[in-house]
């Protein structure tokens, strides 16, 4: 509720819309991941009636336990105990994925984290898309496309839709976990999954935009990026292919408070904008932003940006005046 006046002016003032993310990652136990769904469901009831707040999103980590997420990925044996709490996990994730679904018009992001953990989240999310995906686009996966296979699964998703007649909803991010996946490769001794240079992520990022934007009849995209050179290019093919601003298929989405300057141009040209508000008990929602801050190299040089771009608009405001 403490989001709501940030929220509606942000709205009100720009036309762009928020995303409530609450921001907790690896609960600890059982209890913990409980007491996140709820959380989430509150925020479902909060957003089925707003206009200003088109989805919900959640991290995997919050709903169950990344060493269960990672032991199920690489196909070792689940404890009787650990059956029962995958069974649990896949519980909450049915539960918050239906109320969205019965909402009508909500729709939810589950975020990427560690590639450990992937083929388990991704298994869970395809079974979700598969129950809930079938009228509209209900659930997204996020596709981290600095890892160099996730091309690879881009296209695999366009055949699950294809298979089970469903459209897929992406969320497409360069990625952030770039320095501890770096760590532990080089520590456990296997290949860096990681694309070998930026330019080498650019490339993937934009290859997967393409193929998305090839195969709108499965896919829904939301584009995650704080990168003008990013967003002027989709805006480039949205227009090559005749897809119009405001086509609901297409969302671009930057983090509250950063990236203002693209997010606001871009709504006010007609084009679906949403801005992550994370938002939760502060000592759990610091390692977050802590990390956000660190892992997101461009957050320096978009700064100054920013900060450039406000000074140059007082002085045209004030000149303005002046004559």
Request: net charge negative; proline share 3%; aromatic share 8%.
């Amino acid at each position: 509720m403490e989001c709501t006046g940030s929220i509606d002016a942000l709205y009100e003032n720009t036309g762009v819309k928020s995303i409530l993310d609450y921001s907790v990652e690896s609960a600890r136990d059982q209890a913990s991941f409980d007491a996140t769904l709820q959380t989430l469901m509150e925020v479902c009831t909060f957003s089925q009636d707003r206009e200003n707040v088109p989805f919900l999103v959640f991290k995997p980590s919050g709903l169950g336990s990344l060493q269960l997420f990672q032991k199920i990925s690489e196909n070792q044996v689940l404890t009787p105990e650990e059956t029962g709490q995958w069974e649990r996990t896949v519980e909450r994730f049915r539960t918050l994925c239906g109320a969205v679904a019965a909402t009508g018009h909500l729709r939810v992001m589950v975020d990427a984290e560690e590639s450990w953990g992937h083929p388990a989240v991704d298994w869970l999310i395809e079974e979700m898309m598969v129950l809930f995906n079938t009228e509209r686009t209900v659930v997204f996966t996020t596709v981290q496309l600095y890892l160099e296979h996730k091309l690879d699964y881009l296209q695999w998703l366009g055949e699950l839709a294809k298979e089970h007649g469903i459209t897929v909803g992406v969320k497409l991010v360069r990625g952030a976990y770039m320095e501890k996946e770096g760590h532990r490769a080089l520590e456990l001794g296997y290949s860096n999954p990681v694309c070998p240079d930026k330019a080498s992520t650019d490339e993937n990022f934009d290859r997967g935009t393409d193929l998305v934007l090839e195969n709108l009849e499965r896919f829904e995209l939301f584009l995650g990026t704080h990168n003008e050179r990013s967003c002027l290019g989709l805006l480039q093919k949205l227009k090559g292919l005749g897809i119009a601003p405001e086509d609901d298929r297409i969302w671009f989405g930057q983090l509250y408070g950063m990236g203002d300057n693209i997010s606001h141009i871009l709504s006010q040209n007609g084009y679906n904008v949403a801005k992550y508000v994370p938002f939760g008990p502060v000592r759990e929602v610091m390692p977050y932003l802590i990390r956000r801050m660190e892992e997101n190299s461009s957050v320096g040089a978009q700064s100054s940006r920013e900060l450039e771009l406000i000074r140059r608009e007082l002085i045209r405001r004030k000149q303005a005046k002046a004559s």
